[in-house]
């Protein structure tokens, strides 16, 4: 079988880049409301039955490994408030092709399902934490929490989930005092923390236009408050982060510039929306409708007819400024960020 799928030409979009990798999000909703990401009163939710079912879910990605998707990462919203997430995990583990599932979460209800979805087949888990403060927490995200996502992150580790990467978004006058605090986790774990420069979304302009950090910065501010770092080829995959370590250290830095740098020559992604639309760039606003074709019976050719010829629609790269929203950008949360 997997013979097979190999003989069959792989996608590659028309910049010559092959696409293994698809970015699922399984709900828009979420537990936080993280100021740079979504309103304090939620957004108006993906009615019940526009949210693709699970079967949908594994349609979908069956099309995509047919032609060459390798990874699958579920995100959200945040995906684990998605009943029975462990179910989806192990219909995903054995649709032929797929051979790595990960997870990105704020790492709230990590704790209570971590068995279950590993026992399930998910073999990686970045973990999304701004701060190690829990006043500062319930102010950037707007709940409670911190203690359970350090539980979180403790009950992956203990599963066997190495590495870990934590990602933070670093806010100038916020948590940019914490970069060297973070940085010191990776000495003797093996984590792995990212720090993503803020990006322009929604209502968060002015936010993002006082706040924003650049990732040049951040590594000059780490150097200073915790030593020298040095450049490491990072975990496998092709991320868009770039990578750092203290000399021996256990884990490493990572750096995510979507503003000051880009990564898009490398860009192997793309990201199904919680209510079926393949999205070909997080920042570009071309988007495809799936889930019509699956609602009327389009088989696993004909939506990975339909993948291929969404590659042309893929754009080359992004463009995001200081202060301005991409335009037709939707929250993170409905897409999958
Ligand atoms: N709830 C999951 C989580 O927390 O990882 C998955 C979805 S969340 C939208 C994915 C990532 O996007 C998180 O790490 C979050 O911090 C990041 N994010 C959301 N809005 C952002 C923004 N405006 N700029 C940079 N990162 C953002």
Redesign the pocket.
């Given at each position: 079988m997997i013979d097979l799928i190999e003989r069959v030409v792989p996608l590659a979009d028309q910049f010559s880049r092959a696409i293994t990798y698809l970015r699922v999000s399984v709900t828009d909703r979420?537990n936080l409301r993280?100021v740079?990401?979504m309103p304090e009163a939620g957004l108006p939710w993906i009615p019940k039955a526009g949210i693709l079912a699970f079967e949908e879910i594994e349609a979908v990605i069956a099309a995509a490994a047919s032609i060459g998707v390798r990874s699958i990462r579920l995100?959200?919203?945040?995906?684990l408030v998605r009943r029975d997430l462990p179910q989806l995990v192990e219909r995903i583990a054995r649709i032929p092709g797929i051979d790595d599932i990960a997870l990105?979460?704020?790492g709230l209800l990590l704790a209570d399902q971590i068995s279950d979805l590993a026992a399930a087949g998910l073999r990686r888990v970045?973990?999304?934490l701004?701060t190690l403060r829990a006043d500062r927490f319930a102010a950037i995200a707007r709940r409670p929490g911190l203690e359970r996502v350090l539980a979180g992150i403790d009950t992956a580790l203990a599963a066997g989930l190495a590495p870990i990467k934590l990602?933070c978004?670093v806010m100038r006058g916020q948590n940019d005092d914490e970069l060297g605090a973070f940085a010191e986790l990776t000495r003797d774990r093996p984590i792995f923390v990212r720090f993503?420069?803020?990006?322009?979304?929604l209502d968060?302009v002015e936010l993002?236009r006082d706040a924003y950090v650049s990732a040049g910065e951040m590594l000059e501010r780490i150097a200073v408050d915790a030593g020298a770092l040095v450049p490491i080829v990072g975990p496998g995959g092709n991320g868009p982060a770039r990578y750092y370590a203290f000399p021996g250290a256990a884990g490493a830095v990572g750096v995510i510039s979507p503003l000051s740098h880009d990564y898009c020559e490398t860009c192997n992604r793309v990201r199904l929306s919680a209510d079926g639309r393949l999205r070909l760039c997080l920042f570009g606003d071309n988007e495809i409708d799936l889930r019509t074709p699956l609602r009327e019976g389009a088989s696993r050719d004909d939506l990975a007819a339909i993948f291929r010829g969404s590659m042309y629609v893929k754009p080359e790269r992004h463009h995001l400024d200081l202060g301005k929203p991409a335009s037709a950008m939707r929250a993170?949360?409905e897409i999958?960020?």
């Open positions: 979420c993280c740079y990401c995100t959200g919203g945040e995906p990105s979460t704020n970045n973990i999304s701004d990602n978004v993503i420069e803020m990006m322009p979304v968060n993002q993170l949360s999958g960020g």
